[in-house]
């Protein structure tokens, strides 16, 4: 394998091949495992998840430590931190794709009670590991270590795009998540990068886990579950203009913003590839007083 990446800077496309071998066999590491213990219901939700993303994020960091070991040029570029403010405006994009991508849920109702029958099967062990435990591990994976290491040497859209696909193929399990999936880990991606703290991207993520929890949690029956946001606002002409609404926010804050930070990305890789190493300047500290918390 060494004679693959010697002359290879990272990450490379062999490298995101890795990954995602990594990430098939922590599946069937996490699926051995449950079947070993024998555990059904809860348990075998919340005990397979944390088995899956424990081997995938040992894997990964031992992998990532060596492959950066070799090339430590591909540090990325410091930035401003707006983790508070930005970590809202996520919140609200979040909110905005659930609304925009609420009416593929009525295309397939066979497949939709199938999601519903497992939301049925969480216990509070499954409960607490989707709103603590799966935004920590997922946001070091996809985006501390995917979008992250992708951006800096490959453009900000290419990691956009790549880490927000393998989010969304991670959720295939149920077919009608897999397109909020995908825009969802675009939003998390780019509060990701924007804001350069992996922590404003898992608090974004903790908080639309809980939300969708709450839902579940204070829908009695299926029926209040499926029922379309539409005949929830009861009035057509005000569903109209929320749902538009959410599609706008979307479109421009994504195009404004991914476009902003390929500048930033391009003008910042330009400056270290002239021999300015991030390192040797201070960090650009913000309002708020946060100097730059990203993972390298």
Same mark, same amino acid.
């Given at each position: 394998m ?20 990594? &990430? =098939?066999?922590? /599946? ?6 449950? +079947?070993?213990?024998?555990?059904? $219901?809860?348990?075998? #939700?919340?005990?397979?998840y ?16 060596v492959?950066?070991g ?36 009525g ?24 709103i ?18 992708i ?12 880490s927000?696909? &393998? =989010?969304?193929? /991670? ?6 998540? +897999?397109?909020?999936?995908?825009? $969802?880990?675009?939003? #998390? ?8 703290s ?6 974004v993520h ?18 209040d ?8 606002i ?13 599609c ?7 195009s ?41």
């Amino acid at each position: 394998m060494k004679g693959l990446f010697t002359e290879t800077r990272y990450p490379c496309f062999l490298d995101v091949l890795a990954y995602v071998l990594f &990430f =098939f066999v922590s /599946a069937v590491a996490s699926a051995a495992a449950v +079947v070993f213990m024998n555990l059904e $219901g809860d348990a075998l #939700l919340s005990v397979g998840y944390m088995v899956m993303f424990a081997v995938l994020l040992g894997m990964s960091g031992i992998y990532r430590a060596v492959r950066r070991g070799r090339h430590r040029a591909c540090k990325g570029p410091k930035g401003r931190i707006r983790g508070p403010k930005m970590a809202l405006v996520g919140v609200v994009l979040m909110i905005a794709v659930q609304i925009v991508t609420e009416p593929l849920s009525g295309i397939d109702p066979s497949a939709e009670r199938d999601y519903y029958d497992m939301l049925s099967q969480m216990g509070t062990g499954m409960i607490l590991v989707s709103i603590i435990v799966a935004p920590v591990v997922e946001e070091l994976f996809f985006r501390a270590i995917l979008t992250g290491d992708i951006a800096r040497t490959r453009g900000v859209m290419t990691a956009v795009l790549l880490s927000s696909l &393998f =989010f969304s193929l /991670a959720h295939i399990e149920h077919w009608m998540q +897999v397109v909020p999936a995908f825009l $969802g880990g675009v939003v #998390l991606a780019y509060i990701y990068l924007v804001t350069r703290s992996v922590w404003s991207a898992i608090f974004v993520h903790s908080v639309n886990n809980l939300a969708s929890q709450l839902y579940f949690l204070y829908s009695p029956t299926y029926e209040d579950f499926a029922r379309p946001l539409s005949q929830l606002i009861g009035i057509r002409w005000i569903y109209d203009a929320i749902y538009l609404a959410a599609c706008a926010l979307l479109v421009v804050v994504l195009s404004v913003g991914l476009t902003r930070l390929t500048r930033r990305y391009r003008r910042d890789a330009g400056q270290t590839r002239a021999g300015q190493d991030d390192d040797s300047r201070p960090p650009i500290v913000s309002k708020e007083g946060l100097e730059d918390t990203y993972i390298n």
